[in-house]
């Protein structure tokens, strides 16, 4: 059987076209609002990055780890790719990609089509780029260091016009106690906060997974011993459990970003072990892993290279939802003092830090908790969008 | 019915020596001891070895896991050593507070999202569910602690409507007659109720919608309607019963979490609870406070599961134990 090779040419309208001159106008203009709002305001992000590329033999002399600049180098780089990827999504608009129709009714498309009609789940995957993209470009986009004393004086209030107008002594976001410039310190915060979440939670899932999945296949007693154990942890309210962890064993310095990192992903896990386990007690049952087995393989690939793989989705969306749960985890346990040591600072001891003074600059203590709120709802948004997107049972009522 | 109950007892046993049993290995992985938190350098080495050996921290690990397994097991928890006291009544002086705090969550706060969640999923698609969701998520994703102080900042600082922190007047409560001290404790504790409650009655709003929506699709409405049932029938006698079957469940399970969010909220609010002493204790490595907590924590956490089970086969007919 040949497939019919579906002659569908959807013209884009010639408006479209807008997206060459400013990635995002194009779709603006041919309705796609979310996606057209957020790919423009990703190109307000990269035109304040392009300004950063003129300081950067300045950044460079502060943004260095261990005398090499690997920031500022990541952060070029990702702004060219950003770039050329918001290009080549406004020339997608115009000149869609023609698809067979096997790859037309592929799973992976009809997840594609859903998720882009999903309005909120598509504000929440621009609200993680968005946020993936100020992480990664942040030597370009903060205006100063971060742990520069000299920028402003004490407690200097945000000034945004006042900054954009080049008045004398006006700071966008103002400054803290120190006089240390406040835009720039969330920015360098939300690197390292961004960072912690993403990682904690790679590192929960793979040991989930791995868990759930060993207990799903083999099943009898190490199914038993293993859902016991996550039972136990389970019944643990998780900040009190990372309380006691982290408050054992305070370390100062770098090695607490990678103590933090440790715990939160040690303690995030059994979520994914649960779904992992489901999933496998009912993909064992079917027919390719019977065939996996006739085969002969050993039990290592039958799980991690026929099971896994095929209990990975809900697995991403749990991450998804996690990535938030794990930022408010580690925001709570820095303001409780025991998160990173200082002088790096994510947006949670920026909140401690400024509580001192929430009467005299409220804003201190405002802005850091906006950014995670933002953060928090840009991946709980996405997470619901997946969800929605990969339940089969709601396919086709949108 | 009740051998199930008696059977999910039993397992409570291995879980709390389970529990125990972590936090005693974190304890003693963890570097340094109660003694360096106590003393200068300038004590005297005689002098340390007396207070060690009085708390019995010279002997073996193994020698001390078993003595405390022993104690445990009489309900024995032994004195705290920041406090000087027995830790028994410390948790009885601070667990009422912690209590009274989580139970205006439950009791009010709860409520207010179960019903929003409702009327979300009834009108689901409409302009007040979309806006209903995405304030709902917006609070669902707020640190509470950050909440905390805004409410704080904004409502004691900007207006002076209510008290900042604590949970008594500290100068005129004691001169009160009775109806005014209840009133001066109810106005210390909306703040710290709202601060708490907020998160998770958005997490009960979103949960009561997808509830009400995977309810409402089934046949049995649809038959419901088309026996010409008024439609606020249907919803409340057949949709609202079914959906709210799963929230049984989840009220149960929420509660050691909103333990858990009392920690920073009792912080934020210089609230005398539960979360206090534990960080506390924590921060002054008061191993046998510590040890307390934890193991009546576990038991919240227990207690709460079974009221999950119980309250689930009282409001469905259909579900038996055996």
Redesign the interface.
Known sequence: MTAIVKQQQVEAPPVAKAGYVLPGLGHLLTGRLVVGVGMLTIDLVLLFAAFGLFRLPEIVKYDTWGGIPIHPIIAVISFFAMAGAQWFAAHRLVRPRQLTEEEENSNWNLFLRDFSRHD?GMLGFYGVVLMIGVTLLTPLLAPFDPEDVGVGTKLMHPDVWGYLTGAPDALPLGSDVYGRDYLSRLLYGGRISMSIGFVAVGLAASIGTSVGAIAGYFGGWVDRGLM??V??LL??????LL???V???RVTGVASIFLIVTILGLTGWMGVSRIVRSQVLSLKQQDFIQAARALGYGHTRIVFRHLVPNALAPVIVYCSLAI?GTM?AE??LS??GLGVAPPTSTW?TL?SDG?EY??QA?FL??LP?LC??MA??SF??LG?GLRDAMDPKLRGTK | MFKYLLRKLLLVLPLLIGVVTLVFFLIELSPGDVADKFFTPETTPEVRQQIIAKYGLDKPAWFRYLLLIKNLAVLEFGTSIAHGRDVTTLIWEYLPNTLLLSSVTLLVIYPVGIALGTFQGVRQGSLFDSTASVVSLFFYSMPSFWLALMLQLYFSYRFDLLPTSGMHDPVEYDYMTRPEQIVDTLKHIILPGVAMGVASAAGAARYMRSSILEVIRQDFVRTARAKGLPESTVIRKHVIRNAMLPIVTLLGLSLPFLFSGSVLIEIVFAWPGMGRLIVNSIFSQDTPVVIGCFFVFTLMVVIGNLIADISYALVDPRIKYD
């Open positions: 909120t016991w154990f039972d136990m019944s643990l309210p998780r900040l009190v309380l006691a962890i408050g054992m064993f938030g408010l925001a709570g303001f409780l949670g909140v509580r929430l009467r409220g203590t405002v908790g995670i709120v928090v709802m709980n948004l619901d």
